[in-house]
């Protein structure tokens, strides 16, 4: 059985610092094909991508919002995705997903393009 878990969210202040994890287990996943996308609370509010790979891991890409601030990594050894969130801003709250098995020529950026998900880890930042 696939599984993807989260781990890592919390309450933090506004400044702080938190780094979630994704484990995967059930197969062994290219970790380049993962990406991380959250949803923040309120009606209408869609899956936004955060961070991800291309498909050679040779480059990471960001939403705007948290380029500079946001480090997205894995563990492949592990299988495991990490992202490490600094100078959290109270708009950086959210439940955050990580995804995986992306086909290759897909879009990173769109939910849609990632079979597997998590589920989920809440993050709430404080102001």
């Known amino acids: 059985q696939v599984q993807l878990v989260e781990s890592g969210g919390g309450l933090v202040q506004a400044g702080g610092s938190l780094r979630l994890s994704c484990a995967a287990s059930?197969?062994?996943?290219?970790?380049?094909?993962m990406g991380w996308f959250r949803q923040a609370p309120g009606p209408g509010k869609e899956r936004e991508f955060v961070a991800g790979f291309n498909w050679s891991g040779t480059n990471t890409y960001y939403a705007d919002s948290v380029k500079g601030r946001f480090t997205i990594s894995t563990d492949n050894a592990k299988n495991t995705l990490y992202l490490q969130m600094n100078s959290l801003k109270p708009e950086d709250t959210a439940v955050y997903y990580c995804?995986?098995?992306?086909?290759?020529?897909?879009?990173?950026?769109?939910?849609?393009?990632?079979?597997?998900w998590g589920q989920g880890t809440q993050v709430t930042v404080s102001s």
């Open positions: 059930g197969r062994t996943f290219n970790t380049n094909a």
């Open positions: 995804a995986a098995d992306r086909p290759y020529g897909l879009d990173r950026t769109n939910w849609r393009s990632y079979p597997y």
